[in-house]
């Protein structure tokens, strides 16, 4: 049996620095856990969308025209046409994300040829070269935007940084289309990781990008209190 750590590993690696740090220290060599089975057709994973702002050199044309080589573009003029064809794509096994920017325009963008990946992630395994959320973060944010990896450790869900992570779907939409209409540059709209793509990644031992496993339900969450003497 494997294990895989789909929420906490910061608080996991921390655990065990606690407990090598402390080896006389009973306490530390144990730490709650919930343990959940990944075929539970309940879990699910929610889509975790990316707000882009704060860059210094920005121009939607140019990010179009680069686009173009590499996907197929539908243009919309509302939002629920570009989510239907996303989810056209994704029933498809084929890498969809969507684009609003502050012209109005609604845009689904679908990969034409993964083999891209193959150079831009060489050094990873086919199965995280083909993640949706790897391929934005390669190909569009960092070869095209300029916001490779250092710059995307700045991002946040409270805004920030050249990246913020959106959470879900409804309101969470409406909001991050009307930051673009304000202030941001552009938003880019996730289809959801699949359950079955974050354990083929974790069993060759490589870690999901960031913020591409906000998985559904949450468990409940509260404070539990070592005894004090």
Request: charged share 25%; proline share 3%.
């Amino acid at each position: 049996k494997y294990i895989i750590i789909a929420d906490g590993h910061h608080r996991y690696k921390t655990a065990l620095q606690l407990s090598s740090e402390n080896p006389d220290l009973e306490s530390t060599k144990y730490r709650m856990l919930t343990f959940v089975n990944i075929s539970n057709p309940g879990l699910v994973v929610l889509p975790t969308h990316r707000l882009v702002q704060n860059l210094e050199v920005f121009s939607k044309e140019k990010l179009i025209e680069e686009i173009y080589q590499y996907f197929e573009l539908a243009i919309f003029d509302n939002k629920d046409e570009m989510f239907s064809l996303m989810d056209k794509m994704f029933k498809q096994k084929n890498h969809s994300f969507g684009l609003f920017m502050d012209d109005g325009n609604y845009y689904t963008l679908t990969l034409k040829d993964k083999k891209i990946m193959d150079s831009l992630l060489a050094d990873k395994s086919p199965n995280l070269r083909s993640l949706d959320v790897a391929i934005l973060h390669a190909l569009i944010l960092d070869k095209m935007l300029g916001i490779d990896k250092e710059k995307l450790l700045q991002g946040t869900m409270k805004g920030g940084g050249f990246v913020s992570y959106i959470k879900g779907i409804g309101d969470a939409v409406d909001e991050s289309i009307q930051t673009v209409k304000d202030s941001a540059q552009a938003v880019f709209f996730m289809n959801p990781t699949r359950v079955e793509e974050v354990e083929a990644v974790s069993k060759h031992f490589e870690v999901m990008p960031q913020k591409s496993t906000f998985f559904h339900p949450k468990i409940w969450t509260g404070f539990t209190i070592n005894k004090l003497r």
